[in-house]
C-alpha cells in the first residue's frame, strides 16, 4: 500500500494519518515550486497488504523503496523515518546517499536500544485484537509506553488526542502481525550493526 498526497499543506495531516496508521517511513519530494510538493507513505514489509519477502532485511527494504521511487521517476526525497520505519530509512539514507536530501528519525530504533519480548509471547499478543483492547481499557498508561509515551508525562489536550490517535492506529492488529514481528526480531536489531560513524 502507498499513499500519495499533494499539496504540501496536506503534509502534516498525512503524516500524523500514516503514523497512526502503523506506516513507518514518509518520503516527501521537494518541487521547485510549494504546488509541485509531494509525499508517499509506503507501507513496510508486512503491514497492511504488503508482503514479507523471504530473508528481508532494512537493507532489502530500502532497496524495495528505491525501486519504487525509480517507478515513479522520483529522483531525490526527503525521508522521514518514523518509529520502525528508522531501521529501513537509515538504510535507504545509507545505500542511496544521492537520493536523499534530508534524513529525519523520530522514536526509531537505535544503537543501545535492542530488546524485544521472547517470539512466544509477542506472537499470543499480536494474535489477538482483544488483548490490546483490554491493554487499551484497563491500563492506558502501559499501553501508552508501548506506544512509545515517554514515563511521567503529563500529557496537554492535543498531546492526548496524539497519544488516543495512535492507540488506535493498530486495530486491527492481524494485518499487522507479520511486520511487527520482523521490526520486533529483525529490523529494530539491525540498527546494532549499522555504521554509525
Known amino acids: 500500500?502507498?499513499?500519495?498526497?499533494?499539496?504540501p499543506a496536506a503534509v502534516l495531516a498525512v503524516a500524523r494519518e500514516a503514523i497512526a496508521k502503523g506506516?513507518?517511513?514518509?518520503?516527501?519530494?521537494?518541487?521547485?515550486h510549494t504546488d509541485e510538493a509531494a509525499g508517499l507513505a509506503p507501507s513496510l514489509f508486512g503491514y497492511l497488504g504488503s508482503t514479507l519477502p523471504e530473508g528481508a532485511t532494512p537493507a532489502t527494504q530500502a532497496d524495495a523503496f528505491?525501486?519504487?521511487?525509480?517507478?515513479?521517476?522520483?529522483?531525490?526525497?526527503?525521508l522521514?523515518?518514523?518509529?520502525?520505519?528508522?531501521?529501513?530509512?537509515?538504510?535507504f539514507a545509507l545505500r542511496h546517499r544521492d537520493r536523499t536530501t534530508v534524513?529525519?528519525?523520530?522514536?526509531?530504533?537505535?544503537?543501545?536500544?535492542?530488546?524485544?519480548?521472547?517470539?512466544f509471547i509477542a506472537r499470543t499478543m499480536l494474535g489477538s485484537d482483544a488483548f490490546f483492547w483490554l491493554?487499551?481499557?484497563?491500563?492506558p498508561t502501559q499501553l501508552g509506553r508501548l506506544m512509545g509515551v515517554p514515563a511521567g508525562?503529563?500529557?496537554?489536550?492535543?498531546?492526548?488526542?496524539?497519544?488516543?490517535?495512535s492507540e488506535e492506529g493498530p486495530f486491527p492488529i492481524a494485518p499487522r502481525k507479520e511486520g511487527v514481528l520482523f521490526d520486533l526480531y529483525v529490523s529494530n536489531p539491525a540498527v546494532q550493526d549499522m555504521p554509525w560513524s
Open 80 to 91: 522521514f523515518g518514523y518509529s520502525a520505519g528508522g531501521p529501513s530509512a537509515i538504510q
Open 1 to 7: 500500500m502507498v499513499d500519495v498526497f499533494r499539496p
Open 153 to 165: 508525562l503529563r500529557p496537554t489536550p492535543e498531546q492526548r488526542m496524539t497519544v488516543a490517535d
Open 135 to 139: 491493554l487499551r481499557r484497563l491500563v
Open 103 to 119: 534524513l529525519v528519525l523520530m522514536a526509531s530504533a537505535l544503537p543501545g536500544k535492542d530488546g524485544a519480548p521472547p517470539k
Open 23 to 32: 506506516v513507518g517511513v514518509l518520503w516527501f519530494q521537494p518541487g521547485t
Open 66 to 78: 528505491a525501486s519504487l521511487l525509480d517507478y515513479l521517476e522520483v529522483s531525490q526525497v526527503v
